[in-house]
T-cell receptor, first 112, second 121 residues
Framework: DAKTTQPPSMDCAEGRAANLPCNHS???????VYWYRQIHSQGPQYIIH???NNETNEMASLIITEDRKSSTLILPHATLRDTAVYYC?????????????FGKGTKLTVNP | DTGVSQNPRHKITKRGQNVTFRCDPI?????LYWYRQTLGQGPEFLTY????????KSRLLSDRFSAERPKGSFSTLEIQRTEQGDSAMYLC???????????????????FGSGTQLSVL
């Protein structure tokens, strides 16, 4: 079972920041937070991941709370092509099953 | 194209027939994963390989399902005696994983193919 909780859907205006929340209250010390997204009719695409520090790359920023029980994915300037299902996943980094377990994700719709 | 390649893209079969899907991972990747996805759901893990060794199988992988990765490169997923409930998108992903199992997952990124859509009539 997925160990994360996400809202089923969100809307965002084109050009604005999209902030996608994720709760992972049972996360363990050796589990990482990963974000993937899936555009219609394609396989999931890796976005970003982190352990406890905030992370930024060319696609997005990941903000993880100090207690690590929740995180937020930020798309700073959403475009229409960012419309997709976004999956937040906690994954063991070592010492256990290493598969990614997907939940239902958040369907983000970017509106013009 | 150097991404993960899956064939065929679409497969329509009659109930009771056998089907086989192929996945060609990114060439230097040592890990290969199979997932299944039905409409409105996230991908469900089926199995994964490190090189040619199958390291984990989901309970979803009944005895009608078998996956192989004979030379640690491409992989096949076979479904025998297909049922209508097998209709789904079958996704393959690959990654480069350093070290032995239990180590080195910290920066592992999975690259997914576009999937094979199976329809069982």
């Amino acid at each position: 079972d997925a160990k994360t909780t996400q809202p089923p859907s969100m809307d965002c205006a084109e050009g604005r920041a999209a902030n996608l929340p994720c709760n992972h209250s049972t996360i363990s010390g050796n589990e990482y937070v990963y974000w993937y997204r899936q555009i219609h009719s394609q396989g999931p695409q890796y976005i970003i991941h982190g352990l406890k520090n905030n992370e930024t790359n060319e696609m997005a920023s990941l903000i993880i709370t100090e207690d690590r029980k929740s995180s937020t994915l930020i798309l700073p300037h959403a475009t229409l092509r960012d419309t997709a299902v976004y999956y937040c996943i906690v994954r063991v980094g070592w010492g256990g099953s290493e598969k990614l377990v997907f939940g239902k994700g958040t369907k983000l719709t970017v509106n013009p | 194209d150097t991404g993960v390649s899956q064939n065929p893209r679409h497969k329509i079969t009659k109930r009771g027939q056998n089907v086989t899907f192929r996945c060609d991972p990114i060439s230097e990747h040592n890990r290969l994963y199979w997932y299944r996805q039905t409409l409105g759901q996230g991908p469900e893990f089926l199995t994964y390989f490190q090189n040619e060794a199958q390291l984990e199988k989901s309970r979803l992988l009944s005895d009608r399902f078998s996956a192989e990765r004979p030379k640690g490169s491409f992989s096949t997923l076979e479904i025998q005696r297909t049922e209508q409930g097998d209709s789904a998108m079958y996704l393959c992903a690959s990654s480069w994983r350093r070290g032995d199992r239990g180590r080195g997952a910290t920066n592992e990124k999975l690259f997914f193919g576009s999937g094979t859509q199976l329809s069982v009539l």
